[in-house]
């Protein structure tokens, strides 16, 4: 990872492609579809591409699977992986062993890793029928778990939180299996007098998001994750400062740019919505000034900068009777996140719109630009359906919106993802005809150990591997790779790592949007057939 800044059943599978009930007989519906399908095939202009996104739902779950650290369970279903990392935190006296691998490389990344959770959480609370209604659930909530089970560990009292295992400078000289890993796995903390109130923040929202979702399946462990939640909260917010000055090592990989203000905003959120306890709104309206959250006028939202995500669900209590005695500040915070989303769409004054690629592809940066394409997708498709179900529209200063644009352009960012481009590829590994196949992953560029379990030194992946221009032997896939440049072009290289290295980062804000997509799409046809019979009468 070269970065500076930034069982299943078959009965589940089935599941994925059921269309929402109709009122017409089973057959008829068969029929109607079967003619719907060949018909739209008949007359559909060439350049039109329509995508599976079942498909793509179930195979960026399957990505998840394969950035595992630690023991891997029975019912793991990438099976060229195996386990890994058996001792983290044995040098420190603690058990680190879980978690995610952050993208390519073996470091386990605090950061990173809880955004992750948090974004793969709020697509499941945003769309959790349309995961249900996909066979998807089992897998999303796993993905989530294996994430907040490794919180739980790393949070061992309730002012010290590791932040990190590995380091990177030593891991990026070799280039091994996770298996075989020789590189140094030193644990480093955040404590009360090391702090670090910007990992504490995410941390604590990524649990309180997901204690959200287990409530009913598993209250017990929605309560723990809320108490930890709570208590990373407090810790976070007494013993305030930037995590990157306490954990030097992670500078020159996730330094915190945007300091931890958004962080401590995002975490009260967070936790409002998972608690309804009224001090937490009170966090977030009385510091909202003071820590930029009604200030800051933000085109991106990353691991680093939660701003535009902040504003975007703040402004949203502004429909509830009980928030009015708030409605000046939160106006100010939708006003952020109006900002952000008209800045998305082309239609802000005096060029403060995020800038395009010729094929319309949203661009921020040079390095892993799809991360910013996912968050961007998700938090317009949210704000879509918020408009939506409010009856609201969205005004700029180049115009209003209704909420089927902001929704049809973040499924257009979406499509290119899949394929819908100039080079006729799927970003999202695995998926389509046409696909990343030399991803920088370590991993996936080396012959699978449970192929050869013969051992691979430090450097014997760099001689053997890593210069190779053979396809990866172990296919990453649903994994987001860093994507194209301004010009839509794409170069399929190993060491080409700013566009062929993907991140968990990339892919969680997917998985609720694919299903959404999906559920948008069967219930379209659905729809068509209805129409067709009834013109057939």
């Not at 793969?120 to 778990?145: C, M, P, V």
């Not at 919505?273 to 800051?296: C, H, M, P, R, S």
């Amino acid at each position: 990872m070269e970065k500076t800044m930034e069982k299943n059943t078959q009965q589940q599978l089935h599941k994925k492609h059921h269309f929402r009930a109709s009122k017409i007989p089973l057959l008829m519906q068969q029929h109607c579809c079967l003619f719907l399908f060949i018909f739209t095939i008949l007359t559909t202009n060439t350049t039109t591409q329509a995508f599976d996104y079942g498909d793509a739902l179930s195979k960026s779950l399957l990505y998840f699977e394969a950035q595992r650290s630690g023991r891997l369970p029975y019912n793991q279903r990438v099976t060229w992986r195996d386990h890994s990392a058996l001792i983290d935190g044995l040098e420190q006296g603690v058990d680190l062993v879980g978690g995610y691998y952050d993208a390519g490389d073996h470091v386990k990344f605090g950061l990173p890793m809880a955004f992750t959770v948090t974004m793969l959480s709020w697509g499941a609370i945003e769309y959790l029928q349309e995961i249900e209604d996909a066979g998807e659930i089992e897998h999303t909530l796993e993905a989530i778990k294996w994430g907040t089970d490794y919180f739980i560990k790393a949070h061992t009292s309730p002012n010290v939180l590791w932040a990190e295992v590995g380091d990177g400078d030593t891991d990026h000289y070799c280039w091994q299996r996770p298996e075989d890993m020789t590189t140094s796995r030193r644990a480093f903390k955040i404590d009360e007098n090391n702090p670090g109130s910007d990992l504490a923040g995410e941390t604590s929202a990524a649990m309180a998001a997901a204690s959200i979702l287990f409530k009913k399946t598993n209250p017990h462990y929605s309560h723990l994750l809320l108490h930890h939640a709570q208590q990373l909260f407090e810790f976070g917010d007494k013993y305030r400062g930037k995590y990157d000055a306490s954990v030097g090592v992670v500078k020159s990989y996730y330094a915190s740019v945007s300091g931890y203000m958004d962080e401590l905003l995002w975490a009260a959120t967070w936790l409002y919505k998972a608690t309804d306890k009224e001090e937490y709104l009170e966090y977030v309206i009385k510091n909202g000034n003071l820590f930029g959250g009604t200030g800051w006028s933000i085109t991106e939202f990353t691991w680093d900068v939660k701003y535009a995500g902040l504003q975007l669900l703040a402004s949203q209590f502004l429909n509830q009777a009980k928030h009015k005695k708030h409605s000046n500040i939160l106006e100010q915070y939708k006003s952020k996140a109006e900002y952000y989303i008209c800045s998305c769409l082309n239609k802000n004054m005096n060029g403060s719109n995020v800038e395009r690629t010729p094929a319309g592809l949203l661009y921020i940066r040079q390095w892993n630009n799809m991360q910013h394409v996912s968050t961007a997708s998700f938090l317009l498709t949210t704000y879509s359906d918020f408009l939506k179900n409010t009856n609201q529209k969205l005004t700029c200063h180049e115009g209003t919106i209704d909420h089927e644009e902001i929704l049809t352009f973040a499924k257009s960012q979406i499509d290119y993802i899949l394929g819908s481009n100039p080079m006729n590829m799927s970003y999202l590994v695995g998926f389509g005809p046409s696909y990343p196949k030399r991803v920088h992953h370590r991993g996936a560029s080396i012959m699978s150990y449970k192929e050869n379990k013969g051992f691979i030194g430090c450097t014997q992946g760099y001689d053997n591997w890593y210069g190779s221009e053979d396809p990866n032997p172990n296919v990453l896939v649903g994994a987001l790779v860093g994507g194209p440049d301004w010009k839509d072009e794409f170069e399929d290289k190993r060491n080409n790592f700013m566009q062929t290295e993907a991140c968990t980062y990339n892919t969680a804000p997917l998985v609720g949007l694919f299903a959404k997509f999906l559920h948008i799409e069967n219930n379209k046809m659905v729809d068509d057939c209805d129409s067709l019979l009834v013109a057939s009468f």
